[in-house]
C-alpha cells in the first residue's frame, strides 16, 4: 500500500512539475492562457494575435525542453538503477563505466573537427559513449571476479577518455569551439528541438522497454552470480544485455543534453529507499522520480534572476550533499 502511495504522488509531482516548467519563466504563460493554447491545439484552431507569441513560445521552445528533461532524467535514474543492479554496488553509475567521459570525447571531436550541428554532435557523442563501453567490456570481461574487472576497467577507460577530451580542449579555438565543449560538458536544455526529442524518445523507449521485460533476471542477478546461475540464469550474456540497453539510454541523453551530473546516482538511492530493491517496481519508479528531478532542477536554471546556467552545477550543488546524508543514514540494504 505504501509503494502504490509512493507511485500516485510522484505522479501527482510529474503533473505539477510540467504544469509549473511550462508556465513560468523569462516569459510567463497564465495556466488560463496554457489551458487555452491547448484546446486550440486540440481542436485545430489557430490562435489569434494575442497568443500568437505565447502559442509559438510554449510549442517551439518550452515543450520540447520539458520533454527532453523527462526523458533524460528518465534515461540516467534507470541507468543507474541497472548499472547498480547488475554490479550490486550501489555506488557505480554510468559515468563510473565510461560513458559520460566518452559523450564528451565524441562531442568535442564533433565540435573542433566536423561541425557543431546538433544531429553531428549528438552522434558523435552516442556512438564514443557506447565504444566506451563496449571498451570496458572488452577490458574487464576477464578474471575471477567479473564485477570488480569491470569497475577497475571503467575508471581505466574514464580515465583515458579523460585525458583525451583535456587534450581536445587544450588544441580547441579558445574563441568559436572551446566556450561550446565547456558548455556541453556542463549540461544544458537550452537547445533542444522537436528533433532531438524524437531521436531521444525513440532510443529511450527501445532501452527502457528492453530492461523491463527482463527485469526479473536483474532481480535474480542481484543476490548473486552464483545464485542467478542456480536459478537458470545465464548471467554473463544478461549482464552484457543489460549492460546495452542501458548504455543506449543513457547515451540518447547525454548525447541531446550533455553531462548531467548526479541523477543517475542520486535518484537510484532515493527510489530504492522509497520503493525497495523489486526491480518491477524500482524501474518505472526511478524513471518518474528521474524525470521530476530533472525538470525542477532545469526550471530552478531558467528562473535564475542573472541569466541560465549550465544545469550539471544546481544538480552537483543538490546530488552530493545528498548523497553525502542518505549513505549515513540508510540501513545496509546491499549484500556485500
Known amino acids: 500500500m505504501r509503494q502504490n502511495g509512493a507511485f500516485i504522488i510522484i ?26 493554447i491547448v484546446s486550440l491545439k486540440l481542436t485545430g484552431r489557430i490562435p489569434g494575435d494575442d497568443l500568437a507569441v505565447p502559442a509559438m513560445v510554449l510549442w517551439s521552445v518550452r515543450l520540447p525542453r520539458v520533454l527532453m528533461a523527462i526523458l533524460a532524467g528518465s534515461a540516467l535514474s534507470v541507468g543507474g ?11 557505480v553509475s554510468p559515468s ?39 571498451l570496458v567490456h572488452v577490458i574487464g570481461d576477464r578474471g575471477i571476479n567479473t564485477m570488480t574487472t569491470l569497475v577497475i576497467a571503467g575508471v581505466i577507460v574514464s580515465t583515458f577518455f579523460m585525458a583525451a577530451g583535456s587534450a581536445l580542449q587544450y588544441i580547441a579555438d579558445p574563441y568559436e569551439q572551446l566556450p561550446a565543449i565547456v558548455f556541453w560538458h556542463m549540461g544544458g ?19 527502457i522497454i528492453g530492461i523491463c521485460i527482463f527485469r526479473g533476471k536483474l532481480n535474480l542477478m542481484a543476490l548473486g552470480d552464483e545464485e542467478a546461475l542456480s536459478m537458470g540464469v545465464n548471467v ?39 520503493v525497495g530493491p523489486d526491480h518491477g517496481r524500482l524501474i518505472p519508479f526511478a524513471a518518474l522520480l528521474g524525470g521530476v528531478f530533472l525538470l525542477l532542477t532545469d526550471t530552478i536554471v531558467r528562473i535564475l534572476p542573472n541569466g541560465e546556467i549550465p544545469i550539471s552545477i544546481v544538480t552537483s550543488f543538490i546530488g552530493a550533499p545528498l548523497l553525502g546524508y542518505l549513505l549515513m543514514k540508510q540501513t545496509r540494504q546491499w549484500k556485500d
Not at 538503477?81 to 555506488?91: E, T
Not at 550474456?237 to 548531467?260: E, K, P, Q, Y
Open 11 to 36: 505522479g501527482i509531482l510529474l503533473i505539477f512539475s510540467v504544469i509549473l516548467a511550462l508556465t513560468i519563466g523569462q516569459y510567463a504563460i497564465k495556466p488560463a492562457m496554457l489551458w487555452q
Open 81 to 91: 538503477v541497472v548499472f547498480q543492479g547488475i554490479m550490486r554496488n550501489p555506488l
Open 96 to 134: 563510473f563505466l565510461g560513458v559520460t567521459h566518452g559523450a564528451v570525447f565524441g562531442a568535442s571531436i564533433a565540435i573542433i573537427f566536423f561541425s557543431k550541428s546538433a544531429l553531428s554532435i549528438e552522434s558523435s557523442a552516442f556512438f564514443w559513449a557506447v565504444a566506451a563501453v563496449v
Open 189 to 207: 536544455l537550452n537547445n533542444i528541438l522537436w528533433k532531438n526529442v524524437i531521436r531521444a524518445l525513440v532510443i529511450i523507449s527501445i532501452g
Open 236 to 274: 554473463k550474456l544478461a549482464r552484457n544485455l543489460f549492460m546495452l540497453f542501458a548504455t543506449l539510454i543513457v547515451a540518447a541523453g547525454s548525447s541531446s543534453c550533455g553531462i548531467i551530473m548526479w541523477v543517475d546516482l542520486i535518484v537510484a538511492h532515493i527510489a530504492r529507499l522509497i
